[in-house]
């Protein structure tokens, strides 16, 4: 009987696309940032590069700000999880693994030295500094090494 793989195509071979609509004229400068293809000719092999462009662009652009908020507030709109289970549910989405024990230890150090005290009484509320946080800690797993590189 055969198995699907479940990370990846059907076909099995670890690909990732990004679709979207592309107009010549107004091209997204992440994209091309990324090697976007120019949309004038035909190109039968995408360019493969790794710049200090790509890194700087991931840390500074406003998308990716956005979405790593957006993911923030995503994961603290869970109530009743803790700290621990939130960075693993951060690993298993952005890496598809579990983090390691060194992982966990240096993100909760983080948050330790990073969250104060606030007025509220809830142990998990969502103050903006509880949002601000994460969405740091967000980022970082969008910078990472692994998350922008397939093996």
């Known amino acids: ?13 670890r690909r990732r696309s990004v679709y979207q609509e592309t107009r010549r004229n107004f091209l997204t400068p992440l994209m091309v940032t990324f090697d976007l293809p120019i ?3 035909t190109v039968g092999r995408r360019n493969q590069s790794n710049v200090p462009a790509q890194a700087l662009a991931l840390m500074n ?6 979405q790593s908020a957006a993911w923030a ?21 952005a890496l598809g693994r579990n983090p390691t024990s060194d992982e ?14 606030t007025n509220s009484t809830l142990p ?3 103050t903006e500094d ?12 969008f910078l990472t090494q692994e998350f922008s590189h397939v093996p």
């Open 1 to 13: 009987m055969w198995v699907r793989n479940a990370n990846g195509p059907l076909d099995g071979d």
């Open 39 to 41: 949309p004038d000719t």
């Open 61 to 66: 652009d406003p998308f990716v700000h956005s």
């Open 73 to 93: 507030r995503r994961l603290l709109s869970e109530a009743g999880i803790e700290a621990t289970e939130r960075i693993q549910r951060l690993y298993l989405q």
């Open 104 to 117: 966990v230890r240096t993100l909760r150090d983080l948050l330790a030295k990073q969250t104060r005290p």
């Open 124 to 126: 998990n509320s969502n």
């Open 130 to 141: 509880e949002v601000r946080l994460w969405t740091e800690i967000c980022h970082t797993l």
